[in-house]
Every structure is written in structure tokens, then in C-alpha cells.
């Protein structure tokens, strides 16, 4: 029997117990600003927004880029017509037939047996002048045949296989203000994605909070509930033996049972509630939805309230609210939208340099190869006639800044309203739970008396049954009163844009 003691207290050692997880208010905030998923978008979002921002710096900055290309056609470009082809290859077969032509005419003026006897004069025969230029010719028609072939080939441009390429530099000089604008539109919207993840944090601060007092509050009505039924049970024990002793009627007991009845069914939804109010609170902060988890302000007899309330007017609001400056930021974007759209109407100014090279290329001749050339240049766009297009959308553009003036306006007349509300919720609050706290001390005598005068029996337990309602009513009030200042006091926080 000893060695099984022992044994049990052994794996009592040895197996994990699970405990309950403390949480405070400021580490629940702390953990749902690191888990909230749209707290991690909106750092997602500023991160995108930085990149656009450096992005647009580098339009002041050359471009370089690159291009090449090789293309196949059916056919090539020709330079020489066939016929122009056909006469330069028998270039030398047609000089030679002229030429021949031309000496035949000439025969046909000076008689052969004068330019016999001029030749033999001259030491020389007419067979031998015919054989020796006939030799002559030939070779040089052949040459020029040759000569003519050559030029043909030459002039062969074989386009069918066209390769080119290019490295292009352009720097921009002036385009209209449009990149000046840009770029401020970049660091507006880098501003913007910065707000907005300021009303992202101060909105998961103020769920948390919610869903932190709402399972404080439960936890308070559960023992309030669990205290009141403590209540019940003792009264229908004592009601019961008195009926058994014959001093009270069972109508009596059936009206207590009814109420202990409702009490159990209080405490039963009271238990429900909490449960499912700890799931949200979980979920909030990103803990599992089923995680035990214990809040430090639960245990607390009475929850801890700020006695100093600072003051704040509508201007803190309008220079923190994070909403207010989305909205600014909105009508900064606008602005500079229009300037964008003006500078359709400016002429555009940029420098162009770059090298260029192609096969076939025609810099020192038609050549089949690789040939390239530097350049520098300057382009200039000059906007003459367009319709009136620019000027509708500039126009269209200033509309929206209008809009965009008018709602921050509005923005701002709300925001002003919510504070003077919150203003006067947080004071009427504080009023409520003085007058809860002054209930209960009534509620607390006025159930102490009904039970003495139960003992004594000159008190009916429908009296004493209606004594500990009112104490019920006035402990609820109170923990509803505490509750209400400490949310009041988050939603002016809020309205104020200085939650923490």
C-alpha cells in the first residue's frame, strides 16, 4: 500500500501540470500588436510604400537599357535590277563587240591593201596585227567580264538575315514637373501607409481592451452570480426547515426554489459568456481560441480606476488622429495628381546617348558583318493639339481635391462631436459609479436587516428573497459602472488618437 502512495506521488511529480496563463492589460496589448494579422499587413503595406518611394527616385537618375534582334525575310533587297546584273557580268563581251564593230567600220573607209602596205612600212604584217590583238581582246574581255561579276557580288546585299542591337542611354532634363510631382506622391503615400498603420495599432489596441474589460466584467458578475445563488441555497435550507417544522408555508419554498432555480440559470449563462468572451479575447491577442488563461484584474475585489482623468480639447484630436491625416495625405495626393496631369500640356526634354550595331552594316560599304556607331542626341516633345483632353482631366482632378476638402472637413466636424461625447460619457460615468457605490452600502443594510428579521421571524423570505435581488441589482450596477469608466475612458483615448 506504501509503494502504491509512493508511486502516485512520483507520477504527480514527473507529469506536467498545466497552469493557467497571467495576463495583465498591457500584455494582452502587447501580444495582439504582434499576432494581429492586419497589424502585419499594414507593415507590409509601409514596406511597399518605402520601395514605390525609392522606386520614384531613381526617375532622376539615366536609364540604360538594351536591344537586340535578329530577323529572316523571304526575299532580300536588291540594289541592281537582274538586266543591270546581266550587263555588268558581260561587261567585257560587250566592250569587245564594240569595240570589234568599231574597227570593222573602219575597214570599211581605209581599203585592206592601204593598211597592208602602212603595216609593212612599219615592219609589221596584217596576220600577225590580227592574231596578236585578237589575243589581246580576248584577255581583256575576260577581264572586264570578271570586273563586272565582282561588282555584282559586291552589291549582293543577302538581307534575308538582318541582325541589329543597341545600348541606349536617356536622362531626363524636364518633363512637365510631372516627375517632381511623382515623386511627392511617393513620400505622401509612404506617409499615408504610415497613418495607417498607426489607426491599425490604436484599433487593435481598442478591441483588446474591449474584449480585456468584457471578460473582467464576467468573471466579476460569475462570483456575484455563484455569491447570490450561495445566498439562495441558504435560504431554501432554511425556508424548507421551517416548513418542516410547520412555521411557513410551502408556497414559501415553491417561490424560493423558483428563485434558486433562476439563479442557477443566471450563473449558467454568466458561465457561457465568459467562456466564449475568453475565446475572443485569445483570438485577439493570438493565443488558441481554448488556451486557460487568467487576467489580473479579474481577482481584484474592486477594478482599479484612474482617479486623475487627464484633460484633453478637439485640438489634440485633430493633430492625432491618425484617420485626420489619411485624409490630409488624401487631399496632398490629389494636388499633386493635378500637377501630374498639367505637365501633359509642357513640353518634355531629355537626353538621349547610346551605341548601335548591326550585320549587315554599310559604314565603310555594303559588309556582312558586325558594324556599330555612337550617339548622342536630344529629344524634345512639344504637346500642339489634343482636344482639350488634359484640360478635362486637370479640371476632373481639382474636382476630387474638392471632395477630398469637403470629407476631411466633415472628418474633422465628426471627430469634434465624438470627443465632446466621450467627454461627457467619461464624466457621466464616474457619476454613475459614485451613485452604484452609495446603492450598495443601502443594499448591503437592507439585506442585512431582512436577514435578522428572518431569524427573528417577523420577515416573510419573499422580503428577504427581494433584499438580496436589490443587493444583486446593486453589486451588477457597480461592476457595470467600473466597467463603463474604464471604457469610456478608452473610447476618448480613442477618439483622441492617444490610445497607448
Known sequence: MNRFVGLILLAGTVMPVS????????????MALRNNKQVGISK????????VRKSARTKYLPHVSALGTYQYTSRQIELLSDDQKSTLSNLGTTTMSDFQNGISKATSVLPMENIGAILGAMGLSLETLKMASGQTLQGLAANLNSLGDGLVDALDTDTRHLFAGTVMLVQPVYLGGSLIAMNKMADINEDMQRNSAEAVRQSTIYSTDKAYWLVVSL???????EGYLDLLKKLNDDVHKMIDEGVATRSDGLSVDVKLNEAEMTLQKVNDGLVLAKMLLCQTIGLPVKEDITLADEDAENIALEETVKIFDETTAMYNRPELKMLENGVQLSRQLTNVLKAGNLPMVALTGGYAVSNPNVLNGFQRKFGGFWNVGVLVRVPIWNWGDVMYKVRASKGATSIANLELQEAREKIELQVNQNTFRVSEAYKTLTMAQSNIACAEENLRTANIGFKEGVITPTTVMEAQTAWLQAQSQKIDA???????????????????
Not at 219 to 225: S, T, V
Not at 482 to 500: H, P, T, Y
Open 19 to 30: 497552469a493557467q496563463r497571467l495576463l495583465s492589460l498591457d500584455s494582452c496589448r502587447a
Open 44 to 51: 507590409v503595406k509601409q514596406d511597399v510604400a518605402m520601395n
Open 219 to 225: 468573471k466579476h458578475k460569475q462570483k456575484l452570480a
Open 482 to 500: 467600473e466597467i463603463d469608466v474604464k471604457l469610456s475612458q478608452v473610447d476618448l483615448q480613442k477618439s483622441l488618437g492617444v490610445l497607448e
